[in-house]
T-cell receptor, first 113, second 114 residues
């Protein structure tokens, strides 16, 4: 079973910030939140991950609530190339980084010109 | 190599035939995963290899599915007596040891069973 829930789809205007929410209310203290995206006909691509602090890299920002039960992936200036399915997963590194992760169906983000 | 390489990229096979799908992970990545993605569905875990440890095969859907990893590098997923419900994209991913900061996925093999 997927341990996260995400909206099925979202639209975002080109150039605007895309905010993708994820609920992970059963997350444990050892579990990180990971985000991946899958552009049509390609394998999933790693975006960002975090434990409890907010994270930022060249692709996106990750905001994790203080209780860690939800997070938001922010694409600050969405482009048409950001149209993809975005997956939020939790991953326990104390098991050696391995977990039988189920990615679920993710959020299909459509960036509109 | 620079990324995870999978071959073939597309495979059409007749029902009942056996198929082999290949994954060449990133050099030095000790962890290797196989996932399956049916049309419109999320990624379904199939099998995991970590170094010289016994693989976790608990995600394989039936005994028609098997996988091996030779020399800790290249992996082959074999599907025997293929069925139409086996049609999907089969994705391979690798990560650097037990804690690699994330998976790197290949582009997948699209299997169509007719």
């Amino acid at each position: 079973d997927a341990k996260t829930t995400q909206p099925t789809s979202m639209d975002c205007a080109e150039g605007r910030a895309a905010n993708l929410p994820c609920n992970h209310s059963t997350i444990s203290g050892n579990e990180y939140v990971y985000w991946y995206r899958q552009i049509h006909s390609q394998g999933p691509q790693y975006i960002i991950h975090g434990l409890k602090n907010n994270e930022t890299n060249e692709m996106a920002s990750l905001i994790i609530t203080e209780d860690r039960k939800s997070s938001t992936l922010i694409l600050p200036h969405a482009t048409l190339r950001d149209t993809a399915v975005y997956y939020c997963i939790v991953r326990d590194t104390n098991s050696g980084g391995y977990q039988k992760v189920t990615f679920g169906t993710g959020t299909k983000l459509q960036v509109i010109p | 190599g620079a990324g995870v390489s999978q071959s073939p990229s597309n495979k059409v096979t007749e029902k009942g035939k056996d198929v082999e799908l290949r994954c060449d992970p990133i050099s030095g990545h000790t962890a290797l995963y196989w996932y399956r993605q049916s049309l419109g569905q999320g990624l379904e875990f199939l099998i995991y290899f970590q170094g010289n440890s016994a693989p976790d095969k608990s995600g394989l859907p039936s005994d028609r599915f098997s996988a091996e990893r030779t020399g800790g590098s290249v992996s082959t997923l074999t599907i025997q007596r293929t069925q139409q419900e086996d049609s999907a994209v089969y994705l391979c991913a690798s990560s650097l040891g037990a804690w690699g900061g994330g998976y790197t996925f290949g582009s997948g093999t699209r299997l169509t069973v007719v």
